[in-house]
């Protein structure tokens, strides 16, 4: 894909997100199965760095947990961001909008930084719940992958999800042809997907379907060992496959 085609598809989820956000974010008003298995796992003084942070919702749950460490949340939906504000008075936790497309250039990653409460440029944990199948393009990922690896602690976690959509009949139902944008199959990568909405109104977003032989690439190009692998989520437990990353000895 060419990242002329990636920017229209960015844009397209930016314009969905922006109309659509205060339907979507009802849509998630409590955290996905798979995330609440992984609570247990997380350190209570763990300094968090959650992309895509969306509404909010994994924020506040840690807020009620008891989590100590701190958090930083960014998302590109201001809609979404406005519903993540509401959080217990008392939890360290920032939200920015931020494109995370752009979180390889190092002027922005100094932006971020400047949002971090530690006095580190360092996160013991990173977390990128439901987001990286939003984003376009084996180089766009692959970049935003590298500048998680610099930003995450020596001995960190980055957590990630990815939405199966094929696995449902139902959101299989969903697709889209890429005609319906002035695209064709041609100027996509295979795994990628137009997908409908229907609430409050008809949108489209873009997601890609990855593999776990794919993430297991991404993870090797940029400097990761996937430690853990499981699914979750949906009405047959598959909706979501959810790794944990390491950085490789």
């Known amino acids: 894909m060419n990242l002329d085609v990636a920017a229209r598809l960015i844009q397209l989820n930016r314009d969905f997100y922006d109309r659509f956000g205060a339907d979507f974010s009802a849509t998630r008003q409590q955290l996905q199965p798979g995330v609440t298995r992984l609570l247990p796992t997380l350190a209570r003084d763990a300094s968090i760095l959650d992309l895509g942070c969306g509404n909010g919702e994994f924020a506040r749950v840690l807020a009620r947990n008891g989590h100590r460490g701190s958090y930083l949340g960014l998302d590109f939906s201001v809609p979404l961001l406005a519903d993540a504000s509401a959080l217990p008075e008392g939890f360290d936790a920032k939200f920015v909008e931020f494109d995370l497309t752009k979180l390889s250039v190092i002027s922005e ?45 020596p001995d960190g976690k980055f957590i990630l999800s990815n939405w199966q959509f094929l696995n449902s009949a139902k959101l299989r139902a969903r697709i ?36 776990e032989d794919e993430l297991s690439e991404l ?9 853990d692998s499981f699914y979750s989520d949906g009405e047959g437990g598959n909706l979501g496959l959810y790794q944990t990353w390491m950085a490789k000895p």
């Open 219 to 227: 993870a090797a190009q940029t400097g990761f060992s996937v430690v």
């Open 109 to 153: 990653q100094l932006s971020v930084i400047s949002h971090q409460a530690l006095n580190t440029e360092h996160w013991t944990l990173i977390t990128a719940f439901a987001t990286l199948h939003h984003i376009p393009s084996t180089e766009l990922r692959l970049n935003l992958l590298k500048t998680v690896s610099t930003l995450l602690a």
């Open 176 to 211: 889209q042809s890429w005609e319906q944008i002035g695209l064709s199959d041609r100027d996509v990568d295979e795994g990628d997907y137009l997908l409908d909405w229907r609430r409050g109104g008809e949108g489209l977003r873009y997601a890609h379907q990855f593999s």
